[in-house]
């Protein structure tokens, strides 16, 4: 009878540890995109017997998306592609000018006495508005904030504020200039 023979088998116990290691060595040289979403800081809730200020009609731009994405600014048709500009015409300081929001000025560590806007962006969407008209407002509303806090930057501090690494001088910048979005509940307008 003839003997049969046997043939050697591969040794692959060290495979799992070389394949282990490759994991990890991709898991740390790799980059991950990550959605920061919106940056934006909420007000604490008001106390309720709080008095509502009155605020002047001409400090408020008021921005509606209806739930067909059409953009309404001032009650009137508005464009995405402009409502950066817009923003930053509104916001921006015009003394004495009974069309704009209104100016007073600030004393900011840094900076000095500054002349500051009291406008306020309202903003309000239809609950059928689509995430992302909604976004592209958000966007084009930060980029407006961004032009004009980078503008101011440029004059006190010669840098964007972008480009700003001293935390006093980003907070002056962020003192002078806030962000004065204000966002309404969502609600029923134009159908859906």
Sequence with gaps: ??????TPGLNASSMADIAFLMLIFFLMTSTM????????????PLPEDIEVPD????????????????????????DIKTLKNDVIE???????????????SRDVPLL??????????SL???????????IKVQDELASAFKELRNK???EHF????????????????????PVRVSEAEPVNIGGN
């Design 1 to 6: 009878m003839a003997r049969s023979k046997k």
């Design 33 to 44: 995109n990550v959605d920061t979403g919106i940056m934006r800081i909420l007000p604490p």
């Design 55 to 78: 605020i002047n009609k001409r400090n408020i731009m008021n921005v509606l998306i209806s739930s067909q994405d059409r953009l309404l600014v001032n009650r009137k048709p508005g």
């Design 90 to 104: 509104f916001m921006s300081i015009h003394p004495n000018d009974p069309n704009y929001p209104e100016v007073t």
């Design 112 to 121: 000095g006495k500054v002349p500051t806007s009291k406008g306020i962006i």
């Design 124 to 134: 309000k969407n239809a609950r059928g508005t689509s995430y992302e008209m909604y």
């Design 152 to 154: 101011l930057s440029m």
């Design 158 to 177: 010669g840098k964007k504020y972008s480009d700003l690494i001293d935390e006093e001088q980003i907070n002056a910048i962020e003192k002078a200039l």
